[in-house]
């Protein structure tokens, strides 16, 4: 089997326990784009209606090259202009993702793995979509809450909180400096994409050492470290007990899906009081309502529920055009004459004759024949679907599209009784 030169002496495979060929639709393409580096491709390639992936190919052979994405290429990946060539252009998104997903995707056996390449940068010329000064800045819708209460009390030296935001990842970094503690991350589940953030603390008063708080802030990117605000962190400073503080609503970077935040007491005694802290995450809307093509907080692609929705496709075809076990529903006794009754999603019916007249004929077999007992119908809204004569004495009778009756019928010649039991598929 052919191996990547890249990991000679050694051979090339994919990662154990990664599917071996898979198809990524454009949602999961944006957000892989992000988790590659290159989040300036992300809300132009949702457009793109999916790319099959093979890694026992893409694995034994050395990561592609960058295939240098143009402007051009860009644009006619969501445009239907007659001069792209859309296949080319379709070909190097595809290229530029094994190039950098390679790394993530396949290893080295016998050698060690290199290091990934840096993604590349959005080239020059790259078209504005979806400008807000065209369609509008619109307003925020909120999409993601997290608070935490009472959480202290803090020492200079140890003044960060071990208590989660809800609905987050929470781990904690060190940032070195004795006089700025470890810091806690807040990575919301499923990990956004935020447009916006805001965040509010409020400062409690306890005991006689209560001071004034700080309030930082960083906005990264978890794939490369990338700080939002490289210049500065976003910051309430001078807290005083008792108070509350908010930010405006902030713009982030695209990318962000990680906040680091720590809350520090400005005297260097221990501290008795304890703080209160939200974060709220937003989505922004154009001037008509929408949501931006990627929204906010886009999920992961949710495999489980596309899953779900096959196995409720298949279960039904299983329970209702395949061979499969049926059990006892309702049982009505005593029938006689000609009358009907509703029906709902059954597979069939067992019709039973507890009565049977002398002058009914009887032809002789395994088991007997029986002539001239009546007739047995199905129907819908629309009028008869099947009809049978009644044969013998136990009869089971499960004729295609039974389960789209909604009434059965029958005409029972005069002194035979019969039982009807409807058949319902199995769950």
């Not at 400096?177 to 990575?187: D, E, L, T």
């Not at 108070?243 to 990680?258: E, H, K, R």
Request: glycine share 8%.
């Amino acid at each position: 089997m052919p191996s990547a030169s890249i990991c000679l002496p050694g051979t090339s495979q994919p990662i154990p326990g990664k599917a071996t060929e898979f198809y990524l639709t454009g949602g999961a393409l944006a957000l892989l784009a992000q988790a590659l580096g290159i989040g300036w491709l992300a809300e132009v390639i949702a457009y793109v209606s999916g790319i099959n992936f093979v890694l026992s190919d893409i694995c034994s052979n050395d990561p592609p090259p960058d295939p240098g994405m143009t402007a051009q290429d860009v644009a006619c990946l969501f445009s239907f202009n007659p001069l792209c060539d859309t296949g080319a252009s379709l070909a190097k998104l595809a290229q530029l993702i094994e190039h950098l997903a390679w790394y993530q995707w396949c290893q080295c056996v016998g050698a060690t793995t290199p290091t990934a390449p840096s993604p590349p940068s959005a080239p020059s010329g790259l078209t504005t979509l979806n400008p807000t000064s065209i369609i509008g800045s619109g307003s925020n819708t909120q999409c993601f809450d997290a608070k935490v209460v009472n959480v202290g009390p803090f020492t200079l030296t140890n003044n960060y909180t071990t208590v989660g935001l809800p609905g987050t990842d929470t781990s904690f970094t060190t940032f070195g400096n004795p006089a700025n503690p470890p810091s806690q991350i807040a990575r919301p589940i499923p990990p956004p994409i935020p447009k916006q953030v805001q965040y509010t603390v409020t400062v409690h008063t306890e005991g006689a050492h209560a001071g004034n708080y700080s309030f930082l802030l960083n906005a990264v990117q978890s794939n490369n470290g990338a700080n939002c605000n490289p210049s500065g962190r976003y910051g309430l400073t001078s807290i005083a007990p008792g108070q509350t503080a908010s930010t405006p609503v902030l713009d982030l970077c695209a990318g962000i899906d990680v906040l680091q935040w720590q809350i520090a007491p400005s005297n260097v005694g221990t501290q008795t009081n304890t703080v209160d802290l939200e974060i709220k995450f937003f989505c922004s809307t154009n001037a008509n309502g929408g949501v931006n093509t990627l929204g906010c907080c886009p999920t992961p692609v949710d495999v489980s529920s596309m899953v779900q929705d096959v196995r409720n496709l298949v279960t039904l075809v299983q329970r209702y055009l395949l061979p499969f076990a049926y059990v006892n529903g309702a049982t009505h006794s005593g029938l006689t004459g000609a009358a009907s009754f509703a029906i709902s999603r059954l597979l069939g019916v067992h019709v039973s004759l507890t009565t049977i007249p002398n002058y009914i004929g009887v032809e002789i077999n395994t088991p007997n024949a029986l002539f001239d007992v009546g007739w047995i119908s199905a129907m819908d809204g629309d009028g008869t679907i099947h009809q049978v004569r009644i044969t013998h004495q136990d009869m089971v009778w499960m004729p295609r599209h039974f389960q789209e009756c909604t009434t059965f019928g029958y005409h029972l010649n005069p002194g035979v009784v019969a039982s009807v039991t409807e058949l319902q598929a199995e769950p």
